[in-house]
């Protein structure tokens, strides 16, 4: 965890940064462990409040998704889509109509009532991801998100959902450690490092001059 | 007047805020009971066996010492309900912004509305509670008088204390986790003097000023003449108690919308 000190640091550098994002458009952050992208979600989220004289300007419902988060093992598939579903935005009457399709999708249909506690970690996934895919929002903040879910074939299954479900007509902040997920689907990049802004751009340029900073570290 | 429902109606937030208020505090609820094999009678069965392990201590082993107070184990699970359901809110509160921290990371929400879930739950086991004394008290041949339509208001004072400190205490925790342990003594400290085991006349003898620092004598009071003697309340010292319980809350929300953010860096 950060400490204090660090973290008041981050936000300074994080002060300098100018950083646009219009509607529909899907946004790369990337940058090592410790570099504000949290930081900058946080801001973002507005859960961490900016320094004095910073202006972040959002418009329309956020939600920022991770997997992992926020299953509850003591409780059962059905009451974990009905409290992910209603902290994700949804009313009950929204999470009724969908219950059968989350269920369905996570491939979860002889476990509805069975404590989550009892799941693989493959079935949380599914069943996080189902959830999630319902979700509510103008502007989603993807926070490594994509974690390898599940076999091959829910893989396939969910890449295609993602595309259809998440990425139509929103504005998406996508976190990640991997260059191949930022790559192929954001549209501009930014690329940060100890709180400051190392480049910022198209996706191309940012990933590529990202890899050299590796290649360029083995040399010497 | 226009402009004023308009601002009104425009503070009500998304709709299914108050299903999500509800369904956290349901679940918390049901996840107490969730692995047990009788589940949810336990919430019944509880609080039956503890009035009836406090009539045998006091009408048979101690029976001297509450001679000289009628219906003593009455006396006592009346007001321990109560004292049990302030300290429940105020001990879960604390660890509220820690627990619930999947919630505030990911989706932007009113903190207080945790804070009244997390109360929910535990007024959802106290109601429980109420209800088995109820009926026990009334099979002990307690007929309740009518003052007892001022309960929703004791129970709203003992929420609002519950809730305001429970929020205080999270916020405090965030810089000083020993508070954990500070608050155990102050519990303690608050059982004694809350005129728990003895009447409030013992506290006003003691040092007057003390029914009136520590809110729960007079709801001790209020209770066990609402729900033990059948008698009439001190609609003064009620008033004064929720406007208490009012300013607790206050102080507890001004802090949570100043300082939780902090949560998310620290906890």
């Keep these: 965890m950060l400490s204090h000190k660090q973290n008041k640091k981050e936000i300074q550098a994080l002060k300098d940064l100018n950083l646009k ?30 320094n004095k004289g910073s202006k972040i300007i959002t418009r329309g419902k956020m939600m920022r998704l991770s997997l992992g988060l926020g299953v509850d093992d003591n ?18 009457k929204t999470i009724g109509a969908i219950f059968n399709d989350i269920i369905e999708f996570a491939g979860l249909d002889e476990f509805v009532d069975t404590p989550v ?76 490092n100890k709180g400051k802004t190392i480049k910022m751009g198209k996706t191309e340029d940012v990933v590529t001059a990202y890899k050299q900073s590796f290649v360029k570290n083995q040399d010497s | 007047m226009v402009f004023g429902i308009k601002a009104l109606i425009s503070r ?41 392990i406090y009539f045998i201590v006091f009408s048979r082993i101690m029976a001297r010492v509450s001679d000289d107070i009628p219906n003593f184990a009455l006396f006592i699970f009346s007001a321990i309900i109560f004292w049990m359901c302030f300290v429940e809110m105020m001990r879960k509160g604390m660890r509220v912004l820690q627990q619930k921290r999947y919630i505030i990371q990911n989706i932007k929400v009113q903190k207080e509305d945790l804070y009244i879930s997390n109360s929910i739950s535990i007024l959802i086991g106290f109601g429980f509670n109420l209800l088995a004394y109820l009926i026990i008290a009334y099979l002990f041949g307690v007929r309740y008088s009518g003052s007892i339509i001022f309960m929703p208001i004791i129970i709203l004072t003992t929420t609002l204390l519950g809730t305001g400190m429970g929020m205080i205490l999270s916020i405090i925790y965030i810089f000083f986790r020993d508070i954990n342990h500070v608050l155990d003594i102050i519990v303690l ?21 003390l029914y009136y620092l520590n809110p729960f004598v007079g709801i001790m009071d209020n209770v066990r003449s609402m729900i033990v003697y059948g008698s009439k309340i001190n609609l003064e010292i009620m008033s004064i ?27």
């Design chain 1, 21 to 50: 994002i219009k509607k529909g458009e899907i946004y790369g952050v990337i940058g090592r462990n410790g570099s504000g992208k949290s930081t900058l979600i946080n801001i973002i989220m507005g859960s961490i409040p900016a």
């Design chain 2, 12 to 52: 009500i937030p998304e709709s299914n805020r108050f299903e999500r208020i509800w369904k956290l505090a349901q679940v918390d609820f049901k996840k107490r009971y969730y692995n047990d094999r009788l589940g949810l009678l336990w919430a019944f069965i509880n609080p039956v066996l503890k009035v009836f």
């Design chain 2, 189 to 209: 400290l608050g059982f004694w003097t809350s005129g728990i085991f003895f009447p409030s006349s013992k506290i006003i003898a003691f040092w007057k000023p």
């Design chain 2, 241 to 267: 108690n929720l406007t208490f319980g009012l300013v607790i809350f206050a102080s507890g929300l001004s802090l949570v919308n100043k300082y939780s953010y902090l949560a998310i860096e620290r906890l």
């Design chain 1, 117 to 192: 506690k009892f799941f693989s970690k493959g079935m949380k996934q599914r069943l996080m991801f189902s959830i999630a895919m319902h979700a509510d929002a103008d502007v989603f903040l993807l926070d490594e998100f994509f974690g390898g879910t599940g076999d091959e074939d829910f893989k396939k299954k969910s890449d295609e959902a993602f595309r259809r479900k998440i990425l139509e007509g929103r504005t998406i902040i996508i976190v990640s450690h991997s260059m191949r997920i930022i790559t192929k689907y954001c549209d501009r990049a930014i690329w940060l």
């Design chain 1, 75 to 92: 409780l059962s598939a059905r009451d974990n889509i009905y409290v992910n579903g209603s902290i994700i935005g949804l009313s009950f």
